[in-house]
């Protein structure tokens, strides 16, 4: 590569040393590991051995593209099966073949299709005619003109508006924030399954930016008692198994210290009660206790505030944690090799049964229905057992410190993730833009179309220049997209998620992000305003639409007990609120609508009383 013509100097350099790390690194495995790139290549030199390939039909669907590992073994493929099938998205009025310039919407689609019928004419398969899929009376759209209008028209540049201001499949709200959005969602789809009779799978939620909507997720959908899957594979860091390892570590590092040693306890994996840690932990603070060698003896102090049976218990605590973390002292306490680091660990965990422990707590959890946070504790002990044995590959015989070995555990552990599969078959999906793929859904909501989201900031510039790119695609060499072409790709990604949902797009942005910091709306909202004329943003707040929000038992008891105050505090109530009140209390108490001495005697009720439910609530 560093020897492609016009290439300035510094790529030379950079090229050598991007090849001295790669041949290093596969020296360094090449005898007990490979990468996740070598095993498509290794398939691609064996895959025409299995009678299972051999004169089978195959269909590749919902693909956007193929790496170049991929491509290698598609083309082994084409000669040896019976046929090859692949969906591509692409307007029926585009053509097929030609120039593909990269601001295009379909340039994805377009490149590969180029690809795939080059390698066919490489390896002499035959390319049938194209079947192109039309608009008929069948189409998923027949009952959603407007968002036919929006698969047909959007982004093409083509100046097309639609007819009408009946907008009821398309809508936009302007919400608070982040969480605000989510309540909408959630109220939003509990009235579409009480009213007009959708299941959840028919509904799913695509965010602009998924890591700000995730830590309200479950607090939003609880609630509402509203299934719903997180389509992101989730980070291990700090799963108590994990925690486990660097409180272990910083109990040995910092010598007993007393934040090191709550880290630990707090993992609930070492077999003390809550109130055993809470405790020990207040003792702690009390007296300052910390270091190895003060475990190692009684703890005479006693504070006036701990009786003797206290003191008791908590030497009984002292004594377990010193025999127990005695086993990595030796090894821990001094330089040694990262390999006696990772089997000292190892022995550590066998020793705290945290296998065992991780495995019983997935089994409780599947029992409570919480699937999903039981298969990260099924899977998550198998991941740290991975990463420890390739630590001791990688850098067996090096000589670190425990800080040292501490972080590169820290690094392994922050690129590591753990994918789950739906566990329920009607549930609300939850995804983000690019990698959640739908299928069959009928109403999507799309939220934070906020600008830096949609589209997605970029900032990362990458070892290679834009000219050395340049001159590397001059030379034919693939390489991963620029910013640029990101940001082409991001819009069909984007076409794609609009075009998903065959009945009802609602579409959301907040005022201000997770921070308070305001923000602008996507330009996404102006593109949609400009295609159809009678597209109107709605700004949905609770003080303005305060009843909308009612679709659970317990908000309705709520709703009940602040009418009835208001009403005994004002005298009187709005006619809006009065039809509210009158339908709560005759849901709730069987009271007479018409009969406001006992409304106003059950106001006085709760007042008086001071408490949220009457008796016959």
Known sequence: MGEIGGMPPLFKKKAADLGLIYESFLQAIQSDYITAEQVLSLLADVIDRSEKVRSSVMVFDGFTGFTPLQNEVLLRLMPITEKMIFTVTIDEKEKLTGEISETELFGMSKKMIKKLMDMARESRTEIEEPIRLSFTENSRFVHAKNIAFLEAHLFRNDGAKAEGSDMEEISVYRLDDPREELFFCANRIRKLTAEEGYRYRDMAIVCGDLNTYQNYLDEVFFHYDIPVFTDASSQVSYQPAVEFIFGFLDVLETDFSYESMMHLLKTSLLDFSPEEVDLFGAYLYRTGIKGKK??????????????????????????RLNDDLSL????????????QKTE???????????????????????LEQEDVLAQEYAQIY????QLLEKTCVFLGDEIISSADYAEVLKSGFSAAKIGVIPPNADG???????????????????????????????NDGGVLSQNERNLLSLAEIELAPTQRERSFMQRFYLYQILTKASHRLYITYPQLDKDGAAVKRSYLISVL????????????????????????????????TILLRHLLD????????????????SYFGGFNSSDLVNIRILG??????????????
């Open 328 to 339: 990595g002292v030796e090894v821990f306490s001094s330089d040694t090799t990262v390999c």
């Open 344 to 366: 000292t660990l190892t022995e550590v965990l066998e020793h705290f049964c945290i296998e065992e422990k991780c495995q019983k707590k997935s089994e409780e959890l599947y």
């Open 382 to 385: 198998g991941l740290i057992q």
């Open 604 to 617: 006085r009720y709760l007042k008086q009383e001071n408490c949220l439910k009457h008796p016959n609530l």
């Open 529 to 560: 305003q400009n295609m159809y004329s009678g597209l109107k943003i709605t700004h949905f707040e609770k003080q303005n639409y305060p009843y909308a929000w009612i679709s659970t038992e317990d908000e309705c008891r709520d709703t009940l």
């Open 428 to 458: 609300v999906v939850v995804g983000d833009i690019e990698r959640t793929r739908l299928e069959n859904i009928k109403v999507l909501f799309f939220v934070g179309v906020m600008d830096g989201a949609i589209p997605k900031t970029d």
């Open 570 to 585: 004002r005298g009187s109530l709005n006619e809006e609120s009065m039809k509210v009140l009158h339908t709560l209390l």
């Open 294 to 319: 003060k475990y190692e003896h009684l703890f005479t102090i006693r504070p006036a505030e701990f009786d003797e049976d206290e003191l008791l218990l908590i030497n009984s605590i002292r004594k």
